[in-house]
Structure formats: C-alpha cells, structure tokens
C-alpha cells in the first residue's frame, strides 16, 4: 500500500520546482537586468559589487559565478532565507508538510 504522507509530498516538491525562480528573485533581491537569454543581480550570498547571480528561466535555476552557488528554486529559498528543504518547500506552496 503506498504511503499517502510521501505521495502528497512529492506532489509538492513537483509544484515548488515550478514556481518560476525570476518571480521569487524579483520579490527578493532590489535590482535585476535581463542580460541576453538571461537575468543578472547582486549576488545576497557574498560580498558582491557586480552582477554575478545569473537565473536561467528555461532551466528555473540560478548559479553564481562569484562565489559558485547554484541550484534550483527550491536550493534559492533554502540559501536565501537560511532554511530547511521542507521550510522553503512550503514557502514555494503555502502549504506546509510535517514538523
């Protein structure tokens, strides 16, 4: 019998991992440049004073080529406001998941 709990779970982390990572970068970080293909910002994990965080809307990822931090949406919340996989899961849904 499968379990209900991880089925429901899994379904959210499908539905974190497509909020667009742009939308949460703009309500997060103060100035973003498209550049090309691509978005640009200062990067919040270093000390940065030109734009090296780039986020890539056709693979919804961000990498630094400051201080190479990269991941997916749900790795950008988790570094962005210092908390656990399950924590940005549900500010990605608005639905929380267990303790």
Known sequence: MPNRGST???LLVDLAKRVPILRIAEQSLAKIKRVGRCHVAICPFHEDHTPSLTFYEDTNSFYCFGCAKGGDVIRFVEMLHHCGFKDAI???TGHSYGA
């Open 8 to 10: 429901k779970f899994s």
């Open 90 to 92: 549900a500010r990605l």
